[in-house]
């Protein structure tokens, strides 16, 4: 399995940009990028995904690096609501598709 | 279009009895994961369906745990004997290929708590 690695933790301002980093240095070619996020100890709930090219919706944006070995997570006015922990987690075929949830990002969001 | 429903939210069970746990997939979902998260802890895999097969139960504990996904109904997971150390959340999700290219989405979970 493509194993990926985040911080633990991170602080972000309210209103501003947060920026959540991943590497997947082992992803494959058609390895799929997800992120995911908890609140609390609601159930998870997805995000955004990508293979290579950036992607946004109206959650978030994605922006995978041209080797694919790293991504970041943008969340572009960060929302008191927004504290959850954010996984970063590669969706690998061979696996059954199942995401596999590492520690993920612990993001706290303060006023 | 409703969500992934799991039912009961929350379970209480005497050590000793049995747990079942429902989830009912999105429509037009025809794969269903079931992950449990103990407290403080991650989501740990337990075991991916499809309509009236297992596909792969790499993370079901041997004992006293079985999941089904019948053609018709909800899937079910369903817990034997129950031990204290059953005590978590059950989240299950669902989604409608098996392609990568698929996103899979989460019920509310059921919390389970052993007594």
């Known amino acids: 399995d493509a194993k990926t690695t985040q911080p633990p933790s991170m602080d972000c301002a309210e209103g501003r940009a947060a920026n959540l980093p991943c590497n997947h240095s082992?992803?494959?070619?058609?390895?799929?990028v997800y992120w995911y996020r908890q609140i609390h100890s609601q159930g998870p709930q997805y995000i955004i995904h990508?293979?290579?090219n950036n992607e946004t919706n109206e959650m978030a944006s994605l922006i995978i690096t041209e080797d694919r070995k790293s991504s970041t997570l943008i969340l572009p006015h960060a929302t008191l609501r927004d504290t959850a922990v954010y996984y970063c987690?590669?969706?690998?075929?061979?696996?059954?598709?199942?995401?596999?949830f590492g520690g993920g990002t612990r993001v706290l969001v303060k006023p | 279009n409703a969500g992934v429903m799991q039912n009961p939210r929350h379970l209480v069970r005497r050590r000793g009895q049995e747990a079942r746990l429902r989830c009912s997939p999105m429509?037009?979902?025809?794969?269903v994961y079931w992950y449990r998260q103990l407290p403080e802890e991650g989501l740990k895999f337990m075991v991916y369906?499809?309509?009236?097969?297992?596909?792969?139960e790499s993370g079901m504990p041997k004992e006293r745990f079985s999941a089904e996904f019948p053609k018709e109904g909800p899937s079910i997971l369903r817990i034997q004997q129950v031990v204290r150390g059953d005590s978590a959340a059950y989240f299950c999700?669902?989604?409608?290929?098996?392609?990568?290219?698929?996103?899979?989405?989460f019920g509310q979970g059921t919390r389970l708590t052993v007594v």
């Open positions: 999700a669902s989604s409608p290929g098996i392609s990568t290219n698929t996103e899979a989405f």
């Open positions: 082992t992803i494959s070619g058609n390895e799929y």
């Open positions: 990508g293979l290579k």
């Open positions: 987690i590669v969706r690998v075929e061979a696996a059954g598709n199942k995401l596999t």
């Open positions: 429509k037009g979902h025809s794969h």
């Open positions: 369906l499809q309509k009236e097969n297992i596909i792969d």
